[in-house]
C-alpha cells in the first residue's frame, strides 16, 4: 500500500476507531499510535511503503501465531511490521491485545 506519512497516518486513525481512542503523536518523521492512551507502535510511510510498527507482547505472539496473519518482525525482533491492511479484523484484535497487555 502506498501513502504518504499524513495519508498514513488518517487511515491508521479510522481503520482502529473501533478499539478504542486513536491517537497519532508526530515524531521525528514518524507518528506514534496510541489507543486509549497507550503507545503500542509506531508508523511511517517509508518510501511510500505504509508500515506500522507494532509492539510484541507474549499475548500477541500467541494471537498471532494462531491465528491467519503472516507479520514480519523487526531486526531485534521487538516488533510485528503490518504493511497489509486486509484483514482488519484480526489486525484490530491484535491491536487490541497490545494495548491491553501493555496497560497493565
Known amino acids: 500500500m502506498k501513502m504518504s506519512n499524513d495519508e498514513l497516518k488518517v487511515f491508521l486513525c479510522d481503520y482502529l476507531k473501533d478499539v478504542g481512542e486513536v491517537k497519532a503523536k508526530a515524531m521525528f518523521g514518524t507518528y506514534n499510535i496510541s489507543i486509549d492512551g497507550v503507545n503500542i507502535g509506531i508508523m511511517c510511510a517509508n518510501m511510500g511503503d505504509a508500515r506500522w510498527y507494532i509492539k510484541k507482547t507474549p499475548p500477541g505472539n500467541d494471537y498471532v501465531a494462531k ?37 497493565k
Not at 67 to 81: A, D, Q
Not at 87 to 96: H, P, Q, R, W
Request: hydrophobic share 35%; aromatic share 8%.
Open 67 to 103: 491465528s491467519s496473519l503472516f507479520l514480519e518482525t523487526c531486526i531485534k525482533g521487538k516488533n510485528f511490521i503490518v504493511t497489509n491492511y486486509s484483514d482488519k479484523e484480526s489486525i484490530c484484535a491484535l491491536a487490541t491485545i497490545t494495548r491491553d497487555t501493555l496497560k
